[in-house]
């Protein structure tokens, strides 16, 4: 069998395998059979409870031709920063998985109110693999909610869900939240797919809130903005790059670069080996994020 062929629940379940003892693959290629014909909620809990224990905590640490695989299977996949029993408990949700997506949204619901902050990541970034996506929207927008960064990041991060399936006020107050809390937003799927005019906006005001606190502004809000910045936007980039550090300023050329206000170019032409850097390539969104 191919991996193009292969579903998401298979991939997880051949990693689990590659990366576990004899001992442990057969207690979990056990669970998944128990679990493809078992309608007790029971056989459930005691997979998912034990799976860590079985299985352990390591990263899987996908070689490249399995993260193309996963890729391949299901678009923006990207499950590299997951652990062995977080692939396991979702192997374990979509082995369990009921023609009805009523019941299966049930079940999920139910794992997702008992579970423990471990459990709620594998949950939470398992959701572009259940089915019916749209389904799982108000349990998604509760993720980002979330004061716990672990459990915010685990919607945001490296999940095409938020990109596919959020609407324009739930994914702006998702970036403004990451920003908040000091998540990165490189991580983050669909950032320029999904820039739009009222979420520049709204990023605008929230820096000005910063600076008129005295506190740093992230380089990387202005990325959302430059695509739709309007002239207050434009001003606001002026003066990052009049009075910012060497990373802002970067930003603020970025930013200036993504789009066609009249006044951008009077002011990239003021910072002329900036404007070139960009050009060229050599200065990018990933090097704001890691600087």
Aim: charged share 25%; aromatic share 8%.
């Amino acid at each position: 069998m191919t991996s193009a062929k292969r579903t998401p629940a298979e991939l997880l379940s051949s990693w689990v395998v590659a990366r576990s003892s004899p001992a442990a693959t057969d207690w979990f290629l056990g669970q998944i059979e128990r679990l493809k014909g078992s309608h007790s909620e029971k056989d459930i809990y005691l997979a998912l409870g034990y799976a860590t224990r079985k299985l352990g905590k390591g990263d899987l640490e996908l070689k490249p031709e399995e993260r193309a695989a996963a890729a391949t299977v299901r678009p923006y996949w990207d499950p590299s920063d997951w652990s062995i029993d977080q692939a396991a408990r979702i192997a374990f949700v979509l082995a369990g998985h009921a023609r009805d997506g009523k019941t299966f949204k049930a079940r999920l619901e139910t794992l997702f109110n008992t579970a423990d902050v471990w459990e709620l990541i594998a949950f939470y970034r398992g959701l572009p693999l259940y089915p019916d996506a749209g389904e799982h929207v108000a349990r998604a927008r509760e993720g980002t909610r979330s004061a716990m960064q672990p459990i915010f990041e685990a919607v945001a991060y490296r999940n095409p869900y938020p990109m596919e399936q959020f609407d324009e006020n739930a994914w702006n107050h998702m970036v403004l939240k990451a920003l908040f809390i000091g998540s990165k937003l490189a991580p983050i799927l669909g950032l320029e797919e999904r820039a739009n005019p009222r979420l520049a906006r709204m990023l605008c005001d929230y820096a000005h809130e910063r600076w008129a606190a005295q506190r740093p502004v992230s380089p990387e809000l202005w990325r959302c903005v430059g695509p739709h910045a309007d002239t207050a936007a434009v001003q606001d980039l002026a003066r990052v790059l009049a009075t910012g550090t060497t990373l802002e300023r970067q930003a603020a050329v970025l930013a200036l670069s993504a789009q066609r206000h009249p006044d951008a170019d009077r002011h990239l032409r003021t910072v002329p080996d900036l404007s070139d850097a960009v050009r060229a390539g050599k200065i990018t969104w990933i090097d704001i994020a890691h600087g």
